[in-house]
């Protein structure tokens, strides 16, 4: 999947597949995971926040599966 590059503190990309509804972030440590049946409109307003980090925290951690890649 194709990533984004994002500056944040704590996220290096993002990338998003509206096929499979999958996000995919990597972070700057170096781990991904895809974070599975996201709505396209959580991934819009996950590029159009000004904080990432408080974002994912807020909206998608612990409302969407994932899997560590």
């Known amino acids: 999947m194709e990533r984004i ?16 509804m999958t996000l995919e972030i990597e ?5 991904v995971y895809q974070y599975l049946d ?9 590029m159009a926040t000004q904080s990432y980090g408080q974002y994912l925290a807020e ?3 612990g409302k ?3 899997v560590r890649v």
């Not at 590059?5 to 499979?20: C, E, F, K, L, P």
């Open 64 to 66: 969407y599966r994932y």
């Open 59 to 61: 909206h998608i951690k």
């Open 5 to 20: 590059n994002v500056q944040s503190t704590n996220i290096a990309s993002i990338g998003y597949d509206a096929s499979t």
């Open 38 to 46: 996201v709505p396209q409109s959580v991934s819009d307003a996950l």
């Open 27 to 31: 972070f700057l440590n170096g781990n």
